[in-house]
């Protein structure tokens, strides 16, 4: 152990995500378990601003495990981006003798925290929370399986509706700059395409691929457009499609926010949990300025840096898979 730690600060940041409350639950509990005492920051970097911490007992995080959201609530802080406020944020947590933070967010939260322990000497390890599967260090991030199963069972109640009418969907899904929703999406739903951002894809090739099906006799087409593709969003694509062919009747659905909501599936409460056990076992050992992560089932710790400045690159095999299984 590089520093005896008795106290540490857990607190959730930026866009909510399922299975948030068991990462705090497993942290709360295994911090219990090694005779830690944990504090609980309300709203993120705004609550540690503002000096918003309550002390967490095992028994403060009963019956959280299947909830979505987060206990502690979040935000986007504006004032922990300038000096001023991050001087604050220190000063919050000295006067509650804070030796380490454990910070369950994505890139926003983990560049705060980088930039913060470059400044102060308080140790951060991170916990991937965020739907969009974005960060580098980790196969699956906290949330991501749980979206894909609400837009999964979103698009299997639209493709009855496209079944009865003769229609083609567009349905755009979250992901911010990354597709990894939409391809898993593509892949569970049977899409007939996915757009996404790190491939090309044309209106012509899209149009061509909609025109095949169609001489196939095919009675609905699904297309899941990830809502940071570089041709626009659904609506915008619809109506440029529409103008090169009408042979479905056109319709568009955003899924949206419902990704963000509802209770974690098995697989996003086991890995919360892993997690939470693993930040809190990297602090006693001695890591700092981490996130805690999952790659091929084990546990492995990537500086945030990296974290938030290397790409993570989509699975190509799952690339081909949705091209492939699509004809």
Do not use: W
């Amino acid at each position: 152990m590089s520093r005896d730690i008795k106290r540490i600060a857990v607190f959730t940041s930026g866009g909510d995500a399922p299975g948030m409350n068991a990462a705090i639950r497993a942290v709360v509990r295994t911090a219990s378990y090694n005779n830690l005492h944990v504090y609980g920051i309300q709203r993120g970097y705004e609550g540690m601003i503002d000096g918003n911490l309550k002390r967490l007992e095992p028994r403060d995080v009963g019956n959280i495990i299947h909830r979505g959201g987060t206990i502690l609530r979040t935000a986007r802080s504006q004032r922990f981006r300038t000096p001023e406020g991050r001087k604050s944020a220190y000063e919050s947590l000295i006067a509650y003798d804070i030796d380490a933070c454990v910070a369950i967010g994505g890139d926003g939260t983990f560049t705060g925290a980088t930039i913060f322990s470059k400044e102060y000497d308080i140790p951060f390890i991170g916990i991937p929370g965020t739907i969009d599967n974005d960060l580098y260090g980790t196969d699956y991030t906290i949330g991501f399986d749980t979206a894909v199963n609400t837009a999964i069972e979103a698009v299997d109640k639209i493709r009855d509706t496209a079944d009865s009418h003769n229609r083609l969907f567009f349905v755009e899904v979250m992901g911010r700059h990354a597709g990894f929703i939409a391809l898993s999406t593509g892949i569970g739903s049977g899409a007939e395409s996915v757009l996404i951002p790190e491939t090309e894809t044309s209106i012509d090739m899209l149009v061509e691929t909609l025109k095949k099906g169609a001489k196939r006799q095919k009675l609905f087409s699904l297309v899941i457009v990830a809502e940071g593709n570089k041709m626009g969003n659904a609506n915008d694509i619809a109506a440029l499609v529409k103008e090169r062919f009408d042979y479905y009747d056109s319709k568009v659905t955003i899924i949206g926010h419902l990704q963000r909501g509802g209770a974690p599936t098995a697989a996003d409460r086991l890995l919360s949990s892993r997690l939470g056990f693993a930040a809190v076992e990297g602090l006693l050992q001695g890591q700092k300025n981490v996130m805690a992560g999952i790659i091929n089932d084990r546990i492995q710790y990537t500086p945030l840096e990296e974290t938030i400045s290397k790409p993570k690159d989509l699975n190509e095999e799952l690339l081909r898979l949705a091209e492939i299984l699509a004809i």
